[in-house]
Structure formats: C-alpha cells, structure tokens
C-alpha cells in the first residue's frame, strides 16, 4: 500500500512541477506569450505557436497555459511559481528515496504504525475471563447423520447426510471404494492400519470439503495405510474386535480398549507385531471373555474336523 501510494504521489507531483516549469517559463516572458494567444486565429494555432521553437512548451504546457484566463496569466508572481517548484522538487526526491530503498520504506511504515498506534489506541473494554470447568465440544455440533467415504488408498471424507451432492464421494481413477459408513457427527470412527495400531476420530472432525488422506488427520509412521474402519458405536452390539495378521496370528480384544485412541493423535497399539508382519482385517467379534487374549498362530482350516475323524 505504501508503494501504491508513494508511486502514485510521485506521478503526480512529476505532472505538477512540468506544468509549473512551464508557467514559470510563460512569466518570463509574459508580453510575448499574451500577444501570440491574442494574435492566434484559434486556439489550435496558439498552442502550436507555444509549442514551436521560439517558446518550445510541451503540449500538456501550451493547453494549461490557454485554459488559463488572460488576467490570471499575467497576475501569476513569480516568487510563488519558485516556491510551489522546490516544494515539488523536495517531495519528488523523498518519494524517489522510499521506492529506491526498501530500509526507508519499512522506516516510513514503522512510523506510521507507531502514529496510528500514538492516536487511536484505547483501553480495551471487554474482559477475558476465565470460566471454571472445561467445556464440552460436543455440546456444540449438532448430532447430524454422516456418510464416511473411505477408499482403498486411505482416503477419507464424511459428508452430511442432508447434503443435496453425492453423500458418497468419487474416489476417481487411480483409487477405489473401500468402505462407506452411516454414523453421526458425534459418534467415533475407528481406524485400523496394518501396523497393528488404532485412531479414534468424531464424525464431525473427519474432513468434509474433500477426500483427504488419513495419515494427514493423524500421526501415521512411514508407509502405514489403513486396513479397516469401523463405527465405535459397534461395541454395543460386539463385545470384542478379532484382528488378523498375514501371518496367521489372531487377537480378540475388547472393544473399550480403543475408547483413549481419540485422546492420541498417534492413536494406541492395538495388536503388536512381528518385524515381518501385519494386520490384514479387522472385525467385530463374538464371545463373552472380557479379557485381551496374547496373539496366537491361527489353526489350520479343517484340522479339528480331520482329529474327530480319526
């Protein structure tokens, strides 16, 4: 703005000290500029007098002279034409010194801020106090239905279910739908990745606007992707969640574990791992042991029936 500014002062005062220059060359020589206007035909004729090498005004110089009445020519005093030109002169170097350094430009937004600040600053009227108790977030966002989007890549998007749009977003060409979930904007969604880890997220912290990548809504490690997700209110209808690894290894474990994954932003282990292996599915399961069973080797399909044959 300053810059702005600062050019456009100098324009002006740069037209401004030319015409003056001008004037100041019409008093010099008042008598002969007064009989050549009175002498010209027309006011074409005039101006091309003014602008030929006997005077050699500029054209924007011979019209102020002829937009000028003759008795305000002739009363023009030089001592103020001079006055009005060093003036001009002046504001055209500073202005050249604050567009040619920027140490005086920032100078000269330094003190206007301080003025600014010299002349309007005013005791502040409202008070900031402290409320005792924490407030409930949730108490702010209206339980509306959402539709959660996630797709094979781990991309996630949760539209309102009101919304006029598609509720289920378009995952494009490179990826595809995975998962779509119906929850609220209050309910949890938990999120499994291959790295035997879970994160909890509210409906309406989940990205609305667009699909967005998972990892970028919660701390991820190197080339951790998402396996599964699931709708916290599950527990209600399963006690516990079955996690099964590439390798074989099972683990039953209740769904209140997961309730302090929300707390977390690198969410809580939730199976752990051999270095070279991972988390394949996740699902609700059945069973009444509350209790986290250790993870152990899958049996093979079929083998209890082969033992009661033999």
């Not at 781990?154 to 739908?177: C, E, Q």
């Amino acid at each position: 703005m300053v810059t702005r500014r600062s050019r456009f002062r100098l324009r002006r005062a740069e037209d401004r000290l030319h015409i003056v220059e001008g004037l100041l060359g019409a008093v010099d020589r008042i008598d002969a500029v007064v009989k050549l206007i009175r002498s010209s035909a027309d006011r074409a004729a005039a101006r091309a007098g003014l602008m030929g090498k006997r005077f050699g005004f500029s054209e924007i110089q011979a019209n102020h002279i002829l937009d000028m009445p003759l008795g305000r020519l002739t009363r023009l005093g030089r001592e103020e034409l001079d006055e009005e030109a060093e003036a001009l002169r002046r504001t055209i170097r500073e202005l050249q010194r604050i567009l040619g350094s920027r140490k005086a430009l920032t100078g000269v937004i330094r003190d206007e801020l301080a003025e600014i600040r010299g002349r309007y600053a005013t005791p502040r009227r409202t008070k900031i106090v402290a409320e005792s108790g924490d407030i409930d977030l949730d108490a702010l966002v209206e339980d509306e239905p959402l539709v959660v989007t996630v797709t094979a890549r781990g991309y996630v998007k949760a539209t309102p279910a009101r919304s006029r749009a598609a509720k289920v977003a378009d995952p494009g060409d490179r990826d595809a739908l995975a998962k779509v979930l119906d929850t609220t904007a209050l309910a949890d969604v938990l999120f499994f990745t291959d790295r035997g880890r879970a994160y909890r997220a509210a409906g309406h912290e989940l990205p609305k606007d667009r699909l967005t990548a998972a990892q970028n809504l919660f701390a991820f490690g190197e080339g951790e992707r998402v396996v599964e997700v699931l709708d916290a209110r599950l527990a209600a209808e399963h006690e516990h969640l079955v996690l099964v690894t590439a390798r074989g290894s099972v683990k039953r474990s209740p769904f209140a574990e997961y309730a302090e994954a929300g707390a977390r932003r690198d969410g809580v282990v939730a199976m752990k791992l051999a270095a070279d292996d991972r988390v394949v599915a996740v699902y609700p399961g059945w069973g009444t042991t509350s209790c986290c069973s250790s993870p152990r080797r899958a049996r093979p399909s079929g083998s209890r029936r082969r033992r009661s044959a033999r």
